[in-house]
């Protein structure tokens, strides 16, 4: 896979982590643990992703 094939991959991966903060925010009861999680992984993939660009 090409370097910018590579970065296409992980940026739609952080869009769909987005969507899924996004729909776990409009929930009433929303699960702060989940919450964690998945703005963890979505700042792990914008970090690789600025690697990755920088390289």
Excluded: W, Y
């Amino acid at each position: 896979m090409s370097l910018q094939g590579r970065i296409e991959e992980l940026r739609k991966r952080h869009e769909q982590i987005d969507e899924k903060i996004h729909e776990e925010q409009k929930r009433p009861a929303g699960n702060d643990i989940i919450l964690k999680d998945l703005k963890r992984q979505k700042l792990r993939l914008k970090e690789e992703i600025g690697m990755l660009r920088a390289s």
